[in-house]
Each structure stands twice: as structure tokens, then as C-alpha cells.
């Protein structure tokens, strides 16, 4: 089985910075994709950023500029630092990954249990 646990939400006023974390652990063989998506009350989960085994990163337009996400593969974790905050931003924050676990020849999607960013103006 594999675990994504993610860390470092919480509540900050707008401007200002937080660095989400999402360790991976288990039976795990390799990670591809490494994501972070997040959740508003009354929205549709929406992707944040995307970074590849290789670091290849993407996006969503809304933050572009303001988070940048990077790995540690030696680590299995997947980190977001976010900056210039802003109200909007304030979401559920979900880590996915998609693993081939020990044993398995297949990928398979996995998600975190989503840690709350709270951005008050």
C-alpha cells in the first residue's frame, strides 16, 4: 500500500507565504507525476501544478508566478511553495502521485488526505 501525507497548511494573510509538503512512503517502485490540486467550498478540484519524474513543471495560470512546486525524489515528497497569497487562494490542497508500486507493473493513482490554506485578506 502507499501513503501520501502532506504538511504546512494553514492560516496566513494575504501577501504572504507557506510551503505545503507531501511525503510519499510504502510499497513503492517509482513515482511518474507528482501533482497538487486544490478545493474550494462550493468548486470542482482544480490542478494547481504538475512536475514530472524528470522536473518538468506546469501551471494553472492562476498562480503562475506566485507557486512554484519541485520534488526530492531521493524523498518521495513533493513540495508548493506558495507566495503572494491572496484570499482566492484559500482551498483544500490535495497531493497526488502516480506510482508503480513494489511488485506491480501498472500505475496506480493515489491522493493525500488534503491539508487546508487558509489566505484571510
Known amino acids: 500500500q502507499v501513503q501520501l501525507v502532506e504538511s504546512g497548511g494553514g492560516l496566513v494573510q494575504a501577501g504572504g507565504s507557506l510551503r505545503l509538503s507531501c511525503a510519499a512512503s510504502?510499497?513503492?517502485?517509482?513515482?511518474?507525476?507528482m501533482n497538487w490540486y486544490r478545493q474550494a467550498p462550493g468548486k470542482q478540484r482544480e490542478l494547481v501544478a504538475t512536475?514530472?519524474?524528470?522536473?518538468?513543471?506546469n501551471y494553472a495560470d492562476s498562480v503562475k508566478g506566485r507557486f512554484t512546486i519541485s520534488r526530492d525524489n531521493a524523498k518521495n515528497t513533493v513540495y508548493l511553495q506558495m507566495s503572494s497569497l491572496k484570499p482566492e487562494d484559500t482551498a483544500v490542497y490535495y497531493c497526488?502521485?502516480?506510482?508503480?508500486?513494489?511488485?506491480?507493473?501498472?500505475?496506480?493513482?493515489?491522493w493525500g488526505q488534503g491539508t487546508q490554506v487558509t489566505v484571510s485578506s
Open positions: 512536475i514530472s519524474s524528470g522536473g518538468s513543471t
Open positions: 510504502g510499497s513503492i517502485f517509482s513515482i511518474n507525476a
Open positions: 497526488y502521485a502516480r506510482v508503480i508500486p513494489r511488485g506491480g507493473i501498472a500505475f496506480r493513482d493515489y
